[in-house]
């Protein structure tokens, strides 16, 4: 009765204080399946980031639905002998509550050794799971912390919910699926160390586009990686570095108002829109956009010498990538967006072309040819094959998208003159082009 008492006292003394000075108790991200029997023993752990050592730990953890507590015991602590726990000194008990929670407390019960929970695990959770569940990723809750120093004055936490996340599967979504919705997985206040995980699993996703999250706290920065669209309640973006002075394409899965556009170019860029194509000249022309429509290419220019992440930190975000991409066309000439890696060969009916900063122009490509996300590329129709199409009859610093895995490299092998016929090889001296380069004959 007297633990219980003084327990209570901490929660009602418990203040929140602000993300600055983190004292949490939350568990460290983890990854499962389903169908875990009570006979394996599997666990988890409980981790406490708190500035001091303390002497008890009380708190309420909701578990997804399908997984359940077996049992729980102490891992970290001071005590007289060694580093190890010793039943005859704490105690730990997780009871299932009427709201489907479990109550969990840990306390010393017969002396003054502390917690060490400074820094790591102070609980295992053993657990099992139902046949039934999904793969998936699943929020992990914890609330009502209540933790006491060695002079009985409780410590406050860092928010009133933190959250975490589980993973059931035999391989991580979180390092497999493109799109990431944790919009209802991490809420409330998100612990450091779970954030660095998140970060972690993200970095090692190669396949990711796109992460949804809540508006939500966290307590060290989140990392997006580069090349993928995020919306963190309604502000997000494209993470993504525009090459300075030089020339990309980008299609987006949002809308742009005018003010964002504006906001946008402020940074150092112009945006323009397919206008047009002269079949005899090769070339093609863009025109500016003072708005941007959702799921449509668009030609930019970076107009500072330096890189810029154009589309980063944007407000009013609603990104969706239920939609495709929608061609912009000019005759016979399609700018084309994409949403999904994968590959374009140009044929006998659709030559297909990409950047290349080198040349200034729009260069043919061949079989197999990569794209990646958040690009676009040009799609002719007909029979005509010309090697390059240049801007406005001008031929400016543009950068590749990503063909064949290099943004530089198309690894073309035909021979084509200056007029754009191919030919079977060069005759002669003088200029020709050959694997979307300038070749010298001899």
């Keep these: 009765m007297k633990t219980r008492y003084f327990l209570l006292m901490l929660m009602a003394a418990l203040v929140t204080l602000g993300a600055q000075a983190e004292n949490i108790v939350q568990v460290k991200p983890f990854s499962t399946t389903k169908g875990v029997a009570k006979s394996e023993k599997k666990s988890f752990f409980v981790n406490m980031c708190n500035t001091t050592p303390v002497l008890s730990v009380e ?29 005859n000194y704490y105690t730990c008990q997780a009871n299932e509550q009427e709201d489907g929670s479990y ?22 959770v053993y657990y099992q799971t139902s046949d039934d569940m999904a793969d998936g990723i699943y929020p ?15 410590i406050a936490q860092t928010a009133e919910t933190s959250s975490s ?27 450091s160390f779970v954030v660095t995980q ?20 966290f307590g060290e920065e989140l990392t997006i990686p580069e090349n993928v669209v995020y919306q963190v309640g309604t502000t997000g973006g494209l993470k993504r570095s525009f090459p300075g002075s030089q020339k990309s394409t980008v299609c987006l899965p949002f ?3 005018e003010e964002q556009v504006s906001a946008v170019k402020e940074k150092g860029c112009k945006i323009e829109v397919l206008s047009g194509y002269n079949a005899e000249k090769s070339s093609v022309q863009f025109t500016d956009v003072t708005t941007m429509a959702a799921h449509t290419p668009y030609l930019v220019t970076t107009t500072s010498e330096t890189a810029q992440q154009l589309f980063d930190g944007l407000t009013g975000i609603e990104a969706s990538l239920s939609a495709n991409p929608v061609d912009v066309e000019q005759g016979a000439l399609a700018m084309k967006g994409t949403y999904e890696k994968g ?11 990409a950047y290349d900063a080198s040349d200034g122009a729009f260069v043919r490509v061949g079989s197999n040819a990569t794209v990646i996300p958040y690009r676009a590329y040009l799609a002719l129709s007909g029979t005509a094959s010309a090697a390059r199409l240049v801007i406005d009859d001008k031929a400016t610093g543009i950068d590749n998208v990503n063909v064949n895995g290099n943004d530089n490299d198309n690894k073309i092998e035909e021979y084509f003159d200056l007029q754009g016929r191919r030919i079977a090889r060069p005759v002669g001296k003088g200029l020709y082009i050959k694997g979307n380069r300038k070749y010298v004959g001899k």
Aim: hydrophobic fraction near 35%; glycine fraction near 6%.
């Design 198 to 217: 998140l970060n972690t699993d993200m970095a090692a996703n190669e396949n990711l586009r796109s992460v949804k999250l809540a508006e939500t706290t």
């Design 140 to 154: 992990i809750t914890i609330s009502e912390v209540v933790v006491g120093d060695t002079n009985s004055q409780p």
């Design 343 to 353: 590959t374009i060969s140009s044929g006998n009916s659709t030559t297909y072309y």
């Design 255 to 257: 809308e742009l108002s």
């Design 59 to 87: 708190f309420k953890i909701f578990l997804p639905a399908g997984m359940e507590i077996t049992r729980t015991a102490a891992v970290s602590a001071r005590v007289p002998r060694d580093t190890e726990w010793d039943e």
């Design 165 to 191: 996340y589980v993973t059931i599967g035999e391989t991580s979504p979180m390092t497999t699926d493109k799109d990431l919705d944790l919009n209802n997985v991490l809420t409330g206040y998100v612990p």
């Design 103 to 124: 109550k969990v407390v840990l306390v010393n019960i017969t002396n003054k050794q502390t917690i060490i929970g400074t820094s790591g695990a102070v609980i295992q």
